[in-house]
């Protein structure tokens, strides 16, 4: 099964992977799709405009501002309650359509890894299916 890493930079950003998983749809792949899968608790994966890098800004700023970093009333001791929030909520699995060996993404669509605890390194396990017409 392969498996994408993608090192992050920043605490909190969105990383257009949608040409590394481009890379990897199988040539031979008339109909299917593809699944994506995020395996961490502070990392997850959407799909959402990849024209305008203002979106991916307003989402960050949308996202603090309704889970903020540093609430007093967090439990959970390594200080990164925010993260595992932000994460559930995005989610940290997705499922993209294939056909003729592409991805069939809307015009101004992009597939992108939602860091909420970097920088650091973050597996992605991709799974294609094929789908029978």
């Not at 890493?5 to 990897?24: K, Q």
């Not at 699995?93 to 860091?115: D, F, H, K, M």
Request: proline fraction near 5%; include cysteine; charge should be negative.
């Amino acid at each position: 099964m392969p498996q994408l890493t993608v090192t992050t930079r920043n605490r909190c950003e969105l990383v257009d992977i949608s040409g590394m998983v481009a890379r990897l749809v199988p040539a031979n792949l008339k109909c299917g799709i593809c699944h994506l899968h995020s395996l961490h608790t502070t990392a997850a994966l959407t799909v959402n405009e990849n024209a305008d890098p203002d979106v991916r800004h307003d989402l960050l700023a949308k996202l603090a501002a309704l889970i903020p970093h540093d609430e007093s009333f967090y439990r959970h001791m390594e200080g990164n309650s925010d993260a595992h929030l932000k994460a559930s909520l995005m989610g940290f699995s997705l499922t993209v359509p294939v056909r003729n060996g592409e991805l069939r993404l809307g015009t101004w669509q992009g597939i992108y890894l939602c860091e909420f605890d970097g920088p650091r390194t973050r597996r992605i396990e991709v799974c294609f299916q094929e789908a029978f017409e």
